[in-house]
């Protein structure tokens, strides 16, 4: 199984990009990369995820690096709602998500 | 269309007692997941249900249990309550459960039900 990981924590300025990292150096071809973020004690939230190809949604944009062995998760203008834990998961077959530690991001006035 | 409906919302029990919580997934899911969040363990997986079969359990002990009904809906029984149990518990379904890694579909994840064990 590929273990992810990410820097605890990061800060971004309301309004400007925030790019979040995540090193996925074991991960094999056919294992995809979700993201998930948790605003404090609320459940988990979807924001995206990705094989190979860089995606985009309503959310964020996914680029995957070629070798997929790290990704970045970024959030074109970041807002203060967008103050959580971010987690980068490779998930087991069975829909087993093993969250690591996340990111920490703080969006700052 | 509604979300994953945890309840209850917040818990508190006794050590020794036994609690059962409850999951209901999207509608048209047929995979519920469960996890235990604590501070110091963070998010971890418990067991996942599809289809009224368990398929995959993570490193708990035998005190954490579950199951699925025919409609999908999911329970989850922690018997013997310790100090260490208290977390929030969070239920996730999935549209169709990932057989194999290739099979992906996004987990959504419910409120929780927060259990304080006194």
């Known amino acids: 199984d590929a273990k992810t990981t990410q820097p605890p924590s990061m800060d971004c300025a309301e309004g400007r990009a925030a790019n979040l990292p995540c090193n996925h150096s074991?991960?094999?071809?056919?294992?995809?990369v979700y993201w998930y973020r948790q605003i404090h004690s609320q459940g988990p939230q979807y924001i995206i995820h990705?094989?190979?190809n860089n995606e985009t949604n309503e959310m964020a944009s996914l680029i995957i690096t070629e070798d997929r062995k790290s990704s970045t998760l970024i959030l074109p203008h970041a807002t203060l709602r967008d103050t959580a834990v971010y987690y980068c998961?490779?998930?087991?077959?069975?829909?087993?998500?093993?969250f690591g530690t996340g990111t920490s991001l703080t969006v700052i006035p | 269309k509604a979300g994953v409906t945890q309840t209850p919302r917040y818990l508190i029990k006794t050590r020794g007692q036994q609690v059962t919580l409850s999951c209901s997934p999207i509608s048209g899911h047929r995979s519920v997941s469960w996890y235990q969040q604590t501070p110091g363990q963070g998010l971890q997986f418990l067991f996942e249900y599809f289809s009224e079969t368990q398929r995959n359990k993570g490193n708990f002990p035998g005190r954490f249990s579950g199951r699925q009904f025919s409609n999908s809906r999911s329970e989850m029984n922690v018997s013997t309550l310790e100090l260490g149990d208290s977390a929030l518990y969070l239920c996730?379904?999935?549209?169709?459960?990932?057989?194999?890694?290739?099979?992906?579909?996004?987990?959504?994840f419910g409120q929780g039900t927060r259990l304080t064990v006194v």
């Open positions: 998961i490779v998930p087991l077959p069975g829909n087993q998500f093993y």
């Open positions: 996730a379904s999935s549209l169709i459960g990932q057989v194999t890694i290739e099979m992906n579909t996004e987990a959504f």
């Open positions: 990705g094989l190979k």
């Open positions: 074991t991960i094999s071809g056919n294992e995809y």
